[in-house]
Structures are given as structure tokens and as C-alpha cells.
């Protein structure tokens, strides 16, 4: 089991900068791919970035790559997602997920954190 928790999210402008920070305990955190995930009111939730195990590859969708930035520090068990130059369509419930792997061309994840709340004003 991973037990995780986000923390950073808020209120933000619009061309404004926020980091997420997602703590993990439980069994090795440097054993799992970690992830962020964001579900907007009324849409379904959506793969955000991937970082692989122990700390390489990563993956973004198209609607904010070369704005986030997904990284991980295996000795605090903790993973980050610096957005930068956030959109008014960022605002979403933000959640932090372990193990995430692809599955019938879908991100998919065993282990997800409670969320926090990032809201773009324009």
C-alpha cells in the first residue's frame, strides 16, 4: 500500500505559478512510476504528467506540456508538479497517483492521493 497526500494547490491568476507536492509513505516509493491526474467540474478526470521509476522519463499530455513540469526526489518520497504560465482551463481538483502505467492506450493508476484544488482566475 502507498498513502499519499497533495499540498500546494490555491488561487492563482491567470499567467501565474503554482507547485504541487504529492508526499508518498508506505512501500518504496522508488519502485513506482508516480503521476498527476485533474478532474475539472463536470468532466471526467484526465492524465496530466508521468514520471518514470527511479527518476527518468516522462510523459505530459499535449494541453500542458512545455508549462508543467513533473519530478520526483526519491530521498523525501516526494513527487512535484511546477506549473507555470497556468490557463483559466487548469482549474481542476489536482490528484497525485502511484504506479501509474498504461493500459489499452490509457494512463491508469493503483494508488491516488485525496486531491487539492488549483483555481485559474482570469
Known amino acids: 500500500q502507498v498513502q499519499l497526500v497533495e499540498s500546494g494547490g490555491g488561487l492563482v491568476q491567470a499567467g501565474g505559478s503554482l507547485r504541487l507536492s504529492c508526499a508518498a509513505s508506505?512501500?518504496?516509493?522508488?519502485?513506482?512510476?508516480m503521476g498527476w491526474f485533474r478532474q475539472a467540474p463536470g468532466k471526467e478526470r484526465e492524465f496530466v504528467a508521468r514520471?518514470?521509476?527511479?527518476?527518468?522519463?516522462?510523459y505530459y499530455s499535449d494541453s500542458v506540456k512545455g508549462r508543467f513540469t513533473i519530478s520526483r526526489d526519491n530521498a523525501k518520497n516526494t513527487v512535484y508538479l511546477q506549473m507555470n504560465s497556468l490557463k483559466p482551463e487548469d482549474t481542476a481538483v489536482y490528484y497525485c497517483?502511484?504506479?501509474?502505467?498504461?493500459?489499452?492506450?490509457?494512463?491508469?493508476?493503483?494508488?491516488w492521493g485525496q486531491g487539492t484544488q488549483v483555481t485559474v482566475s482570469s
Open positions: 514520471i518514470g521509476f527511479p527518476g527518468g522519463l516522462t
Open positions: 508506505g512501500r518504496s516509493f522508488s519502485r513506482y512510476a
Open positions: 497517483a502511484a504506479d501509474v502505467v498504461a493500459r489499452y492506450g490509457a494512463w491508469v493508476a493503483d494508488y
